[in-house]
C-alpha cells in the first residue's frame, strides 16, 4: 500500500520540486519552439527549412504537446494575415473584441478549423505522408492523451497537474496573448495596414512571437527582431541550428540603403518601396507628421495622434470625424495628412503598368519639395535614395 501511495504521489522518478521545474520549463519552451519555428515561421511562412529529422521532432512534439495539425495551424494562420482585421479574420480583436479573442482563443481556433474549405484553400503545402494521414491528422488528440500517461506514470499526480498547465500553456500565451493583445496594446516599429504591434523587445518567453508587429511588417522573415535592443530567441535558436547543418534560413526582412543624391525616384527607389512600404509610411509620421504636432504644441489624445500615422483607419466613426475636423482647422496639417494620404495610395496601388507608378511617385516628391514645408522636403529627398541593401541570411 506505501508504494501504491508512492507510486501516485511522485511516480516512478520520485523527482524532487527542482527537477520538476526544470521539466516544466524544457517541456514548454520545446513547444513554443514546435509552434513559432516549425508551425510558424517554418510552415506557414516558408522562412526557414530545417532539416527532416528536426522537422518531424518538431511536428512529433507538437502532435504530443498540442493536439495542433501542422495543415490547419498553417492554413489557420495564413488566413490570418490574408484577411487581417476584417470579418473574415480568425481571430481580430478589432473584429471579435479583445476579450473574446484573449479568454475564448481555443474556441476561434476551433471555429476557424471547422471551415474545411478555408483550411484547404491556405493549407497547400504541408506534410501530407502517411504518418500524417494515419496517426497524427485522424488521432490528433492522442498526443496529449498519451503525455499525460507518460508524465502520470513517471511524476505521479504532480505530473498529471504539470500536463493541465501544459495544455493551457499554447492556448492562453499565443491564442490569448499574441492573437489578442499582439493586436491591442504595445509599440510599433512599423505603420502596417493592421493594429499588430509588439509587446516585448525582449522576445524570450514566448520565442519570439511577442514581436507581432515586426513579423506582420514583414510576414516572410525567420528574423523577428529589426532593432538594436530587440531580442528574438526563436532566432538565437535558429541560428543555432543552422551552424549545425540542422536549418537553411530562406528569407529575412529587407534592409533600407539610402542613396545620397538621387534627382528623382528610380526603379530602385520603387523596388525598395514595394518591400519595406511600411517603413517608408513610419518614416513619414516620424519626420513629418510628429515634428509639426511638437512644433506647434497640439495636444491629441493617443487615439486621434495614432489616427495621424495611419490615416484614421482604426477610429470609429465618431473618433474619426473628430480627427478630420481637428485637421481641418489647422492648414498645416491638413497639408501633411493630404501629402500622406497620397503617397499611400501611390504605394498601395497594384498597377501592372510600373512605370505609371513610379510616374505617380514622382510627381509626389516634385510637389513635396516644392511645398515650402522643409520637413517634407527632407523626407521627399530621403526617399528619393531608398534602395534595398545586399541580403545577409546569416546576419
Request: glycine fraction near 8%; aromatic fraction near 12%; proline fraction near 4%.
Amino acid at each position: 500500500m506505501s508504494a501504491l501511495l508512492d507510486f501516485l504521489a511522485g511516480g516512478l522518478l520520485q523527482a524532487g520540486w527542482g527537477t520538476l521545474a526544470i521539466y516544466f520549463l524544457v517541456a514548454t519552451q520545446l513547444t513554443i519552439f514546435s509552434v513559432t519555428l516549425y508551425l510558424h515561421r517554418s510552415q506557414a511562412h516558408r522562412a526557414v527549412d530545417f532539416h527532416p529529422v528536426l522537422a518531424h521532432f518538431f511536428r512529433f512534439w507538437t502532435w504530443l504537446s498540442t493536439s495542433m495539425v501542422t495543415k490547419e495551424w498553417a492554413a489557420i494562420h495564413r488566413k490570418h494575415h490574408a484577411k487581417c482585421e476584417t470579418e473574415e479574420d480568425p481571430h481580430s480583436p478589432q473584429i471579435k473584441g479583445i476579450r473574446t479573442v484573449f479568454w475564448r482563443g481555443v474556441e476561434l481556433y476551433k471555429e476557424a478549423r471547422a471551415d474545411r474549405e478555408s483550411i484547404e484553400k491556405y493549407g497547400k503545402g504541408c506534410p501530407d505522408d502517411w504518418i500524417e494521414r494515419h496517426l497524427y491528422t485522424p488521432y490528433a488528440t492522442m498526443g496529449p492523451t498519451l503525455l499525460l500517461l507518460i508524465q502520470f506514470a513517471l511524476f505521479g499526480f504532480v505530473g498529471v497537474a504539470l500536463w493541465a498547465i501544459q495544455m493551457a500553456w499554447i492556448p492562453f500565451w499565443a491564442a490569448g496573448v499574441v492573437n489578442g493583445l499582439g493586436h491591442w496594446w504595445g509599440y510599433r516599429n512599423f505603420e502596417t495596414t493592421d493594429t499588430a504591434t509588439n509587446l516585448s523587445p525582449w522576445g524570450v518567453w514566448i520565442g519570439g512571437e511577442e514581436l507581432h508587429n515586426n513579423h506582420h511588417a514583414f510576414p516572410s522573415s525567420a528574423k523577428f527582431a529589426l532593432r538594436k535592443f530587440e531580442v528574438d530567441i526563436g532566432w538565437i535558436a535558429i541560428r543555432g541550428f543552422q551552424k549545425l547543418g540542422l536549418a537553411r534560413v530562406l528569407r529575412v526582412a529587407p534592409t533600407l540603403d539610402v542613396r545620397p543624391n538621387i534627382a528623382m525616384p528610380d526603379g530602385e527607389t520603387m523596388k525598395a518601396l514595394l518591400a519595406i512600404r511600411f517603413q517608408a509610411m513610419t518614416d513619414y509620421y516620424r519626420n513629418v507628421t510628429l515634428p509639426a504636432l511638437r512644433e506647434a504644441k497640439f495636444k491629441l489624445p493617443r487615439k486621434l495622434r495614432q489616427g495621424l500615422a495611419d490615416g484614421g483607419r482604426w477610429l470609429d466613426e465618431d473618433k474619426r470625424a473628430k480627427l478630420q475636423s481637428w485637421i481641418a482647422e489647422r492648414p498645416r496639417m491638413a497639408q501633411l495628412a493630404e501629402f500622406r494620404a497620397r503617397l499611400s495610395q501611390v504605394l498601395d496601388e497594384r498597377s501592372h503598368d510600373a512605370q505609371a507608378t513610379l510616374a505617380k511617385l514622382q510627381a509626389w516628391c516634385a510637389e513635396a519639395e516644392a511645398s515650402g514645408n522643409a520637413a517634407l522636403q527632407a523626407f521627399s529627398l530621403r526617399m528619393k535614395g531608398y534602395a534595398l541593401a545586399p541580403a545577409r541570411i546569416g546576419a
